[in-house]
């Protein structure tokens, strides 16, 4: 069963950087896209970012196009979103997710989620 844990959550001012990451566990890494995905209060669940079982493709919703990093490192099965220039808006519950198909259309696999929350 794969195992999903994810660390680097806090409380930051806006404008600031915040490094999430999370390691995977019981099952080979390269087997699995990763994204990462977000819930603020009251808001349902958005993707935030993808990347592919490689690395060599990443994906981005609109609003963090520029601001946050997805990358992998396949030698460690972890999988980090660099967040840069932090507002308000992105203060939620960010979960890292494991796609099996390698098409960001089946995430399976789910962490526990760490909170952001950036003051203005």
């Known amino acids: 069963q794969v195992q999903l844990v994810e660390s680097g959550g806090g409380l930051v001012q806006a404008g600031a950087s915040l490094r999430l990451s999370c390691a995977e566990s019981?099952?080979?890494?390269?087997?699995?896209?990763m994204g990462w995905f977000r819930q603020a209060p009251g808001k349902e669940r958005e993707f935030v970012a993808a990347?592919?079982?490689?690395?060599?493709?990443?994906y981005y919703t609109d609003s963090v196009k520029g601001r946050f990093t997805i990358s992998r490192d396949n030698a460690k099965n972890t999988v980090s979103l660099q967040m840069k220039s932090l507002t308000p808006e992105d203060t939620a519950v960010y979960y890292c997710?494991?796609?099996?198909?390698?098409?960001?259309?089946?995430?399976?696999?789910w962490g526990q989620g760490t909170q952001v929350t950036v003051s203005s």
């Open positions: 019981g099952d080979a890494f390269t087997n699995y896209a």
């Open positions: 990347i592919s079982k490689s690395g060599t493709s990443t």
């Open positions: 997710a494991a796609d099996h198909t390698g098409d960001l259309t089946d995430f399976v696999f």
